[in-house]
């Protein structure tokens, strides 16, 4: 019987977060990029409750990662608001087709 | 006559041409008659300089006087010391003979002008610049020290510049004036280096301090070869002023000045200021730099001699012949002949300065005609001037009962012991060759001008003996070639009061070692005024060549005047088919041996040619980094042969463009696409982590 | 015990809680004045200035905050006070009140009036998230504070909706900065799991311990680093710059240049000092705990971010954008100051801070001006200008030379005590990369000056005539930079004063 | 007179005509011109009033107390950061021989420039500003003995001059000003490094007792100032004081300018106005030679001492460089301003000899080149201004057209060919002669006197196709010289021919400064003078 330990849900957490980035770098649409972002902030979140369960720290980490998924969420609303202004100007939240700033 | 009159009479002579031509520069323009004052000037100071010499040679004949003050005071350095640098005159026989030479040609030469000059639209000025040079001259003359000496003598420089380009309008006028200058210049830097090689040993300009220091042994930085440098390199100065090969290309180009200035600056002053010099700084001469300039001096005697021999211009040929007879001073000097050298000098003024008024007479009896062939019968026309210019003539050409004759004797009296005793036996064999080419050209310049019948009827026609105030000059002139001013026995100059009382050589200072074995001689007398005391062999010697030299000289003469006459007054022979018969040796001295040909394709093209490679390599290579792409494209444009344009500016210029590059670079980076930004953090990250690993 | 606690921790944070009630009145205000507004820039400078004045009192306060009595080890808090906070706090809200006035006079924000009331209110957000920023000595505190600040001025930065470009800038800076300062919150985990505990204080005594894995907690501190790196624009993490500083409204980008800046400099050298230094010496030479090479990878950073700063902006056309990537440098040349670990190193920071508030929205202030009357940021639209418009040219030339650094200009004695920290420190090769630097900062600089005097002026150039509000706006900004740039007793004196990082 | 702050009067003055200039309308030009000249003229009065009551025996250079006309007082002052010890910086100005003779020229040629500016025609107030704000600057350099107020003076040119350059310059101006402003400013951040390197290496004993780091000058040449282990101490085994010397020296020779820092110069001088050009060539350039003496050379007399031959053959190859250069060049003014870099070569030349006439040369050819170079550029503008080209093939024969002109033409040129009876020739006579007194450099030295042939060459041969020859008819009807012209010229003629004839009028005022250095140079920072510490 596989014994569920510290090092699985580090691996789960470095799975997640790989996948966060390669979502932000790969994903064209501007919500998709977005959750990527999320996969990140969770496995962040899963690395404090994780490093809080069984590294005997005390509940400080659970905590922050409440506080992380009250930020997300706060994170989230402006973003999409951010995304919904963008559709409105440019008809698309595709972002590499949102480039007229730069050198 | 005390010692303060005699240098407050000199200084005055020196300064007063200085006001002159301050006052006609200045006011010149307003008053068009201020010439007059500058005349009245050089008559008071020729006056004066009369009556310094007087006294001088009458009742002070073996004291000089010297009187200086401190010009500059610096220093109280360890590596220096103190430093003062004097300004002040010497006033010895030397010096109050060669006042009164300048003087009373420069005078002259005033005098004449007023006519010859007449309706120049520079007129006043002219006669500024003549005061100019005047005074300039006279600085040399009078100067103890060698600073001094090098002032008057740029100066001498300039204002020759300024009275050869008189005519600057026309470009072959300012063109030899630059060339005259700047040909100086090069000797300049010679003698410049040779008087700090003294300063930097001696502390002083002054050359009786410098020479007394010699003579106590010490000598620039301990080595003989250095004072033999030394005494080599302030020759330079004279080969250039004295126009001495290789430099003498400038004189025969300076004809291109006005005629009575060809007479002051090229026969009587500024060329004789280089022998001049020579002979102020004779003591210090070691065996090894005499012979050098006696090599000189002989070599460019015979290199102007044979160029005069087939020259038309009546003004080029008296060009060479002062050239050559510079030559003859200068190897005088060399072989140690100092008196005849000096005595020379003064009694080539003086016919010199009659044979250029001369010519001056003629050009202007002709309407500036200068050519040779375009002249003949003037005899007639001019007889005034053919009188004084025959006796001239006469004089430079060495026959007895003339100035000439006694001092070109004593040179080749010289040369001759030289050869006897070193075994230098060129140099008096080219002193002779030279005396016979001299009568040879200086008779057929005479024939074909005065002689013969005229060749251009109009100009002949309206030719007409010039006006008194032309010919008083050269009449003075002329008077002052007979023998009789300078010696009671026209044989030999020995007897006379200028060779036995007014000027003696003087005693060598260098250490005994580097004097010619017969220079060896004791001291008697003050230090600076001690009269030699040849060794017995050299007085033998001289006696020895007295004679043959003599005699020998006057059947060279007469020779040469023969052959003159042979083939241009009787035309027994044809010259035109001797001519034709040695057509090379004919054009390689008709054309001036190629030196002036030579020297434009060497020396000036490769300055010009310097010049300009080095302002492209400015532009393209040192500013060029900067402009790096530009300056590429015309690096291979320059390969290509199209390199009329530009190096140096090209490095800056490249080190702008290559950041302007990393700029541009950079911009490709910044797509504007978020994505490709965060990518680059990605990348950041795993970059930090392998190079920043943990200690 | 812990109520007493607390309150003192309270007392602490007096600015905060002041700036925060204003916040609440200004939004109270906001819907009261519905319809007319303009009362509402008043208010917002009124409560930044009542903040600046609690801030003030808290110069010779000193503390630590809300510390945690369950801790075992020793006891800090979540935050410190102390003069070194004060005085960025200070830089924080001398911006912020100019940039009040800025916006009053802006006319991008004049053509939103309407909704100047929220604008006002995401700025406090941002101060009260630099103020938190700033101060925080617990990386939970840090993550928070920065979100707080990021969030505001992700809105901000597309607040005026005016152009294409307004939008495009909110969402680079969003998705940018979300997703580092995701990144950062990784690296937050991963120390915490190293070391047990997110307060800076604590972290600090266990790295000096033997049994840390160095590799994980150099991966943890660069993962942190991208979030700083971020905030403080340095390279290479400062992608995002130039073009939200562009789309940006102008006195958003003023705001970010400056105190934005300035409390990410805060809060990495809090960080810096706090976790990483174990002692200062009498020379005050700061003693690195040997886990992470700092001083490197500083180095290697401040040299990448002022030469990439500069070589970018050579030729850009467009003002707002170039600088942008002056400000890109600027941030090299302070990490200078950061990378000698010394005092001096860190009075350095503090002197060019001050400086670089004064000439750095002294330039934004013109290009505002200017953009006011042409509507345009384009360096071609200042051709001539320098003929039509003394003041203003005369004034930004003063600014552009003085972010050049030549004397005797604040500028140059900014830089003049970087370089000073650097040669004490005998780090001269990269005080020669960083004055070279500045040589190719000229350029740039000096091109605006060109196109303003050097371009004749045309009957197309136009004439701009500041308001008598913004003619002593622009004095204020200009006559400290020739005054300091003489006499700079005053401000070395104050920055002086302020070199208390609390710890240790 | 001691209690008047002369000084600050003679370098502030300025500041305040620009002050008072800012105050007037644009359309009151000539209230602008007047106040400018005004200004300028009384700044000539002050210098003679300096002049009048120099004290001629007193050295300075390394030594506060004879120093003269000093104005010293804290400046900015930060006590008590223990780590640093006192902050203190001071105003302090003073004159000696060395700095003397540039304050007189700059008074000097800041008045002639101003006559010269009277024909520029639009932008005046802002023209005039810059001017003397410009002038402020260049006094303050000389007169500063504090390194940080020099530095502020030092940089404080930089701006007006890219202004004066770029806005009333020639065709190529913005290149040529940005060239100027780039290639300077790049020199002189290697002056600040090495300041701020001394600064941490020499402290002062303050009357309390107490040793504070610092920027004096004059504290900095004291050996035994110096800390054990500073970066730029002789104490210091590892010291970097060879390399620093490089880099001050790179920073000064920008400015001389060194061949191969050279390249900014023709380009500033072909495209700034005449008068610009007259204070570039005649003030600004010897403010890298005067760094050179007044700071590089006492504080570094160790390494002076081993890079002597080096700084010699730097002036050599200047002198000649700058002459075939100029030689090849068409346009009249770039003629004139590659001259310049000729010339100047002379001034490292006899900086070079560490010998008092070689010292006293220099600082006199800074001088000299100062008048006959402005004299020079004058000329060029009168023609220009004529004219409207510098072409020097387009003249021919002006001689006869502008005779005034020529005149003024030849004592110019002949001065800066070095003739006797000119004061060039003094200040060249006396750099060779110190020059060739020492062996190691004696080969450059003769070497460099090429560059009097070349000088002669390149002057006459420019004198000849402008002035002589034929006259081009295109220039027919050109006016010879006005009224203000002759204002320019004759003073400086004038000057040119008196300091020719009596140089020792300026020479003595040097001399006991020079003897002063070059004792020093010899006797200090000496492994015995180190050690004894």
């Known amino acids: 019987m596989l014994q569920v330990g510290l090092a699985h849900f580090l691996v789960v957490s470095a799975i997640l977060f790989s996948l966060g980035i390669y979502g932000i770098i790969t994903r064209k649409n501007a919500v998709m990029v977005l959750m990527g972002l999320e996969l990140i902030l969770n496995a962040a979140n899963i690395n404090f409750v994780a490093f809080s369960k069984y590294g005997n720290l005390g509940i400080n980490g659970q905590i922050v990662a409440l506080f992380v998924i009250i930020l997300a969420a706060a994170e989230a609303a402006i973003a999409l608001a951010i995304v919904l202004n963008v559709y409105k100007t440019f008809a698309n939240v595709n972002v590499d087709e949102i480039n007229n700033l730069k050198d | 006559m005390t010692e303060s009159l005699f240098t407050i009479l000199s200084i005055i002579i020196l300064f007063l041409p200085l006001l002159g031509f301050a006052v006609v520069l200045l006011l010149g323009k307003r008053l068009p008659k201020l010439y007059l004052f500058e005349i009245a000037v050089i008559s008071i100071t020729f006056l004066l300089s009369v009556i310094v010499m007087y006294f001088k040679l009458a009742y002070s004949i073996d004291r000089d006087i010297i009187a200086s003050f401190n010009w500059i005071t610096i220093g109280a350095a360890p590596l220096s010391g103190v430093l003062n ?77 300024l009275l050869i380009g008189h005519w600057f309008e026309k470009k072959s006028a300012a063109d030899a004036a630059k060339k005259a200058f700047i040909v100086n210049r090069i000797g300049d830097i010679g003698m410049f280096i040779g008087i700090l090689i003294l300063f930097t040993q001696y502390k002083t300009f002054t050359f009786d301090k410098i020479f007394y220091q010699i003579s106590q042994g010490n000598i620039p930085f301990n080595s003989e070869a250095w004072l033999t440098a030394t005494g080599i390199l302030i020759f330079m100065g004279a080969v250039g002023k004295s126009a001495q090969f290789p430099l003498h290309v400038w004189l025969p180009d300076a004809m291109e000045g006005p005629t009575p200035v060809s007479a002051l600056i090229h026969a009587a002053t500024m060329v004789a200021a280089g022998v001049f010099l020579v002979t102020r700084v004779f003591v210090m001469l070691t065996a090894d730099a005499m012979l050098v300039i006696a090599v000189v001096g002989a070599f460019t005697s015979l290199v102007a001699a044979t160029i005069a021999l087939t020259q038309n211009d009546i003004k080029k040929v008296l060009a060479y012949s002062t050239v050559s007879q510079l030559g003859y001073m200068i190897m005088s000097l060399g072989v140690g002949a100092y008196v005849f050298a000096f005595f020379h000098l003064v009694t080539h003024a003086f016919f010199k300065a009659c044979l250029f008024l001369g010519s001056g007479s003629v050009i202007h009896a002709m309407h500036h005609e200068q050519d040779i062939r375009n002249m003949g019968g ?154 030699i005391v040849h060794s017995p062999l050299y007085t033998e010697t001289m006696h020895w060549a007295h004679y043959p030299a003599m005699i020998m000289s006057i059947v060279l003469a007469g020779f040469g005047i023969l052959l003159a006459f042979t083939l241009y007054q009787w035309k027994k022979i044809n010259a035109d088919k001797i001519a034709d018969r040695i057509k090379p040796l004919y054009n390689f001295s008709l054309n001036k041996w190629y030196l002036d040909e030579a020297y434009d394709a060497t020396a000036i093209s490769g300055t010009i040619s310097l010049a300009k490679i080095l302002s492209w390599f400015d532009n393209k290579i040192v500013d060029g980094a900067v402009n790096g792409s530009a300056w590429l494209g015309r690096f291979v444009s320059k390969i290509s042969g199209l390199f009329d344009t530009y190096v140096i500016d090209g490095f800056v210029n490249f080190t702008a463009f290559f950041s302007g590059f990393i700029g541009f670079a950079l911009r490709k980076i910044h797509t504007g696409k978020v994505q490709t930004y965060l990518v680059f953090v990605v990348f950041a990250v795993i970059i930090l982590l392998l190079f920043f690993k943990p200690f | 015990m812990e109520l007493n606690n607390l309150y003192q921790s309270l007392n602490l944070i007096l600015p905060e809680i002041v700036l925060s009630i204003s916040l609440v009145v200004l939004v109270l205000a906001d819907l009261i004045f519905h319809k007319d507004k303009r009362l509402i820039p008043y208010i917002a400078g009124i409560g930044i200035a009542i903040t600046g004045a609690f801030v003030i009192n808290q110069f010779n306060v000193s503390g630590f905050g809300f510390q945690s009595s369950t801790q075992t080890m020793r006891n800090y808090g979540l935050i410190a006070v102390d003069s070194f906070g004060v005085f960025f706090k200070l830089i924080v809200i001398a911006s912020s009140i100019l940039i009040v006035f800025f916006s009053s006079s802006s006319g991008e924000i004049n053509k939103i009036k309407g909704r100047i009331g929220e604008y006002y209110a995401l700025i406090y957000g941002m101060i009260l998230g630099m103020f938190f920023m700033i101060i925080a000595t617990d990386l939970i505190l840090i993550y928070l504070s920065l979100e707080l600040l990021s969030l505001s001025s992700y809105v901000l930065a597309g607040f005026t909706k005016l152009r294409d470009r307004n939008s495009e ?101 809090r960080f810096v000092k706090t976790t990483f230094v174990s002692y200062i010496d009498a020379e005050g030479v700061w003693a690195l705990i040997n886990v992470f090479d700092w001083q490197s990878i500083l180095i290697a950073i401040s040299i990448l971010t002022m030469t990439l700063g500069n070589f970018s902006a050579l030729w850009q056309n467009n003002l707002k954008r170039m600088l942008a990537y002056s400000s890109i440098a600027h941030a090299g040349y302070i990490l200078l100051g950061l990378v000698v670990f010394t005092n001096q190193g860190l009075l350095a920071i503090l002197i060019y801070f001050v400086f670089y508030l004064l000439m750095n929205l002294g330039a934004f202030l013109v290009v505002m001006l200017i953009a006011n009357k042409t509507n345009s940021e384009e360096i071609d639209d200042y051709d001539g200008l320098g003929y039509t418009s003394p003041l203003i040219g005369v004034s930004f030339a003063i600014f552009l030379i003085s972010l050049t650094g030549l004397p005797p200009t604040a500028g140059f004695i900014g830089k003049l005590y970087l370089f000073i920290a650097l040669v004490d420190a005998k780090m001269i090769v990269v005080a020669v990369i960083a004055l070279l630097n500045s040589v190719v900062s000229l350029y740039y600089y000096v091109r605006v000056l060109k196109h303003m005097y050097l371009t004749k002026a045309t009957d197309y150039t136009p004439q701009i005539i500041p308001s008598f509000g913004n003619k002593i706006l622009l004095l204020i900004l200009v006559i400290p930079i020739l005054v300091f740039g003489i006499y700079f007793e005053p401000i070395i004196n104050l920055a002086k004063n302020s070199l208390v990082i609390l710890g240790l | ?44 009065v002050l210098a003679i009033i300096l002049l009048a009551n120099y004290n001629y025996s007193a050295a300075g250079v390394y030594e506060e107390k004879s120093f003269q006309f000093i104005e010293k007082f804290r400046w900015i002052e930060i006590s008590g950061i223990s780590w640093l010890g006192t902050v203190k910086i001071d105003y302090f100005l003073g004159v000696d021989g060395l700095s003397m003779p540039m304050v007189l020229l700059t008074a000097l040629i800041s008045f002639i420039a101003t006559i010269s500016s009277w024909n520029i025609n639009h932008s005046l107030k802002g023209y005039f500003a810059l001017f003397l704000l410009l002038d402020t600057g260049m006094m303050g350099v000389f007169v500063a003995l504090d390194f940080f107020l020099f530095y502020i003076f030092w940089e404080l040119m930089l701006l007006p001059m890219y202004f004066l350059i770029g806005i009333w310059g020639g065709p190529r101006k913005e290149y040529a000003a940005i060239k100027f402003f780039i290639y300077t400013l790049f020199g002189s951040i290697f002056i600040l490094l090495v300041m701020i390197g001394l600064y941490f290496s020499a402290t002062e004993t303050l009357a309390d007792g107490t040793k504070v780091f610092t920027f004096n000058i004059l504290q900095l040449m004291n050996s035994s100032n110096y800390t054990s282990d500073g970066l730029l101490s002789p104490l210091n085994p590892n010291n970097l004081r060879f390399i620093a010397y490089l880099a001050l020296f790179v920073g000064f020779a920008i400015k001389i300018p060194m061949f191969p820092f050279h390249t900014w110069l023709p380009d500033a001088h072909v495209e700034a106005p005449t008068p610009i050009s007259v204070i570039l060539a005649g003030v600004l350039l010897k403010m890298g030679t005067y760094g050179i003496l007044r700071i590089s050379y006492p504080i570094f007399p160790d390494i002076t001492r081993d890079l002597m031959w080096w700084i010699a053959l730097f002036g050599m190859i200047n002198i000649i460089y700058g002459a075939f250069v100029a030689l090849a060049q068409k346009d009249f003014k770039k003629l004139i301003a590659y001259s310049s870099v000729s010339h100047m070569g002379y001034v490292l030349l006899g900086m070079a000899s560490l010998t008092t006439a070689g010292v006293n040369g220099a600082i006199f050819q800074m001088f ?20 409207h080209t510098r072409g020097i093939d387009d003249f021919g024969g002006l001689a006869t057209q502008m005779p005034a002109y020529t005149g003024f033409v030849t004592v110019a040129f002949f001065a800066a060919i070095g003739l006797p009876g000119m004061s060039g020739f003094i200040s060249e006579a006396l750099v060779f002669v110190g020059a060739f007194g020492v062996e190691s450099i004696r080969i450059l030295t003769i070497l460099s006197t090429l560059g009097i042939l070349l000088g002669a060459g390149y002057m006459l041969w420019t004198l000849q196709r402008i002035f002589f020859g034929p006259l081009n008819g295109k220039w027919s009807s050109l006016k010879d010289l006005e009224f203000r ?35 020093f140079l010899h006797t200090n920072f000496t492994a015995t003078t180190i050690s004894g510490f």
Not at chain 2, 133 to 138: A, N, P, R
């Open chain 3, 169 to 269: 800038a909110s969402l680079k800076y969003l998705l940018y900065g979300a997703v580092s300062s995701g990144i950062m919150l990784f690296g937050i985990s991963i120390i915490y799991g190293i070391t047990g505990s997110t307060n800076l204080y604590i972290i600090n005594s266990l790295i000096q311990g033997p049994h840390i894995n160095l590799f994980t907690l150099s991966f943890s501190v660069i993962l942190i680093l991208v979030g700083i790196g971020y905030k403080i624009s340095s390279a290479p993490f400062h992608f995002w710059t130039p073009d939200v500083y562009e789309g940006a409204p102008i006195t958003i980008t003023a705001f970010l240049s400056v105190a934005s800046k300035a409390a990410g400099f805060a809060l990495l050298i």
């Open chain 4, 485 to 519: 012209e002759y204002a320019m010229l004759i003073p400086l003629s004038i000057i040119i021919i008196f300091l020719g004839v009596y140089p020792s009028a300026m020479l003595d005022i040097m001399n006991t400064s020079v003897n002063s250095l070059v004792n």
């Open chain 4, 368 to 387: 000299n080149h100062g008048t006959i170079t402005a004299m020079l550029f004058l000329i060029v503008g009168v023609v220009y201004d004529r004219t």
């Open chain 2, 378 to 531: 003037l005899r007639k026309k001019l007889p005034l001037t053919y009188a004084t210019f025959l006796m001239s003539t006469i004089a430079i050409s060495g026959i007895p009962l003339t100035s000439g004759f006694l001092s070109k004797d004593g040179i080749l009296a010289g040369t001759l012991a030289f050869g006897k005793l070193t075994g230098h036996w060129l140099i008096p064999i080219i002193g002779f060759t030279v005396a016979a080419m001299t009568a040879f050209y200086m008779f057929r310049l005479v024939i074909l001008t005065f002689h013969g019948k005229p060749r251009d009827h109009h100009k002949y026609d309206h030719a007409h003996e010039s006006s008194w105030v032309m010919v008083a000059p050269l009449v003075v002139l002329a008077a002052l070639s007979i023998f009789i001013w300078y010696t009671p026995n026209p044989l030999s100059p020995d007897a006379g009061w200028f060779m036995s009382s007014w000027v003696k050589t003087p005693v060598t200072v260098v250490p005994e070692n580097t004097r010619f074995e017969f220079m060896q001689s004791a001291v008697q007398g003050g230090e600076s005024h001690g009269e």
């Open chain 4, 1 to 44: 007179m001691m209690g008047f702050p002369i000084l600050t009067f003679i370098t502030f003055l300025p500041v305040l005509g620009m002050i008072l200039i800012l105050f007037l309308k644009k359309e009151q030009t000539n209230t602008i011109k007047y106040t400018t000249l005004i200004i300028t003229a009384l700044q000539v």
């Open chain 2, 85 to 161: 640098i004097e300004l002040g005159i010497k006033i010895d026989n030397v010096t109050v003979i060669m006042l009164f030479v300048v003087n009373l040609i420069s005078m002259l030469v005033h005098i004449f002008s007023i006519e010859y000059m007449r309706g120049d639209i520079r007129y006043n000025r002219y006669f500024a610049y003549l005061g100019l040079f005047t005074f300039s001259m006279l600085g040399i003359v009078v100067t103890h020290n060698l600073l001094m000496m090098y002032i008057y003598w740029e100066l001498v420089g300039l204002s020759s510049y």
